[in-house]
């Protein structure tokens, strides 16, 4: 069975400060999608980003990145010189990529408030 | 509009009676998700439509829920006799392939459901 764990609930920071929130998953299927989305206030999820399972490179974007690494089954994502407006609610998701496929699953997600 | 819009995007209701929840997916998108959050929760996944039909329907909570897609558009997720429990905001979401192909889905802004 696939099951995300976001362990942190929620983070306050203050403005330029470094974070990372963490997401570890578990999965049985040697292919697979994971996934990070925000959640502003305003309530619509963004897609951030998607890494598929054979792709074990970080990846940059900007002051965002995610370190995936397999060996922990771990997908950290790490906001660098955090800004206001990077307050919100993050989520991680997994998709197993198997015949029939599977929907999203996302972890109950990390609250993330910047303080100025 | 170009987004997947839902609506209403609020409804208080009764207990006992029940609710029609409409999403309009990107045109286009053949791909189309329910999920429910609770308040403070991560996401459930209700149920997923490819083109009109839907492959999965595993997450329905209860024979209560139901839901139909038509003309590879718009769809309808009705809850009959509605209980407190089921207060939520439920979000739609269309991605342009399937779920194998694992693309990006865009989320609405939900419908939030309060059941009195």
């Known amino acids: 069975a696939q099951k995300v764990t976001q362990a942190q609930t929620e983070i306050s920071v203050v403005e330029k400060e470094d974070v990372t929130l963490d997401c570890v998953y578990e999965?049985?299927?040697?292919?697979?999608?994971l996934f990070w989305y925000k959640q502003p206030p305003s309530g619509e999820l963004v897609f951030l980003i998607r890494?598929?399972?054979?792709?074990?490179q970080n990846e940059i974007s900007g002051r965002y990145s995610w370190n995936f690494q397999k060996s922990t089954s771990s997908f950290n994502f790490t906001i660098t010189a955090s800004q206001v407006v990077d307050s919100a609610v993050y989520f991680c998701?997994?998709?197993?990529?198997?015949?029939?496929?599977?929907?999203?699953?996302f972890g109950k997600g990390t609250r993330l408030s910047v303080i100025a | 509009g170009a987004g997947v819009s839902q609506s209403p995007s609020n409804k208080v209701t009764e207990k006992g009676k029940d609710v029609e929840l409409r999403c309009d997916p990107i045109?286009?998108?053949?791909?189309l998700y329910w999920y429910r959050q609770r308040l403070g929760q991560g996401l459930e996944f209700l149920i997923y439509?490819?083109?009109?039909?839907?492959?999965?329907k595993s997450g329905l909570p209860s024979d209560r829920f139901s839901a139909e897609r038509t003309g590879e558009s718009v769809s309808t997720l009705t809850i009959q006799r509605t209980q407190q429990e089921d207060s939520a905001v439920y979000l739609c979401?269309?991605?342009?392939f399937g779920l194998g192909q694992t693309g990006e889905l865009f989320f609405g802004e939900g419908s939030r459901l309060t059941v009195l």
């Open positions: 439509f490819q083109g009109n039909s839907a492959p999965d």
């Open positions: 045109s286009g998108h053949t791909a």
């Open positions: 890494r598929n399972s054979f792709d074990e």
């Open positions: 998701a997994l998709s197993e990529a198997k015949s029939g496929n599977t929907p999203l699953v």
């Open positions: 979401a269309s991605s342009l």
């Open positions: 999965t049985r299927d040697t292919t697979y999608y």
